[in-house]
């Protein structure tokens, strides 16, 4: 199943999670697969698509990044699926 990752930042963070995910790479955490990855602008926000069979490894993936800001899981399917 896949699924959208809304990152709510720290005011004053995006560099530093920039930095991080450079560092770290995107496919760190077992169970999950990264997708892909957008940046807001103007805002402090990044949104995260992921796959993954297990809500329990979808909630760790998220949590190595609460450092940043809080998070919110929302299970998504493509348009032409639904």
Known sequence: MKY???FRLKPGSKN???EYFELRGPNRNPGVKF?????????DVVFVLVEGDDQQHLAAAGASWAQFGEFDVFPVTDVEQY
């Open 4 to 6: 959208m990752v809304q």
């Open 16 to 18: 530093a999670v920039v």
């Open 35 to 43: 997708l892909g990855a957008w940046i807001g602008k103007g805002e």
